[in-house]
């Protein structure tokens, strides 16, 4: 089981910036993809971005230009750098590793979330 620690949420003003961290208890070079996720109240956890273990990325749309994923290896950490924060982003930010064996097969790991309250 892979543990999945975030840090880095917080209360913001509109136009801030806030950066996530989410460590690994193992090493992110197993994991398949990496990724951030968010649930904002009475939505559905969506997708903001992720990064495959070649190093593809995937934003959401209404996070492109604003949002940057990207990992240390050695740290086993990944990071989501958030710029020009609005009231729309305000959720429970969520760091998911997705791993592959052929003994265990797919699977979703998730972090306990951290809460980004943006004010306008």
């Known amino acids: 089981q892979v543990q999945l620690v975030e840090s880095g949420g917080g209360l913001v003003q509109a136009g801030g910036s806030l950066r996530l961290s989410c460590v690994a208890s193992t090493s992110i070079w197993s994991m398949n993809n990496m990724g951030w996720y968010r649930q904002a109240p009475g939505k559905q956890r969506e997708l903001v971005a992720h990064i495959t273990s070649g190093g593809s990325i995937h934003y959401a749309d209404s996070v492109k230009g604003r949002f940057t994923i990207s990992r240390d290896m050695a740290k086993n950490t990944v990071y989501l750098e958030m710029n020009s924060l609005n009231a729309e982003d305000t959720a429970v930010y969520y760091c998911?590793?997705?791993?592959?064996?052929?003994?265990?097969?797919?699977?979703?790991?998730w972090g306990q979330g951290t809460q980004v309250t943006v004010s306008s």
């Open positions: 998911n590793a997705h791993t592959y064996t052929a003994v265990a097969g797919a699977y979703d790991h």
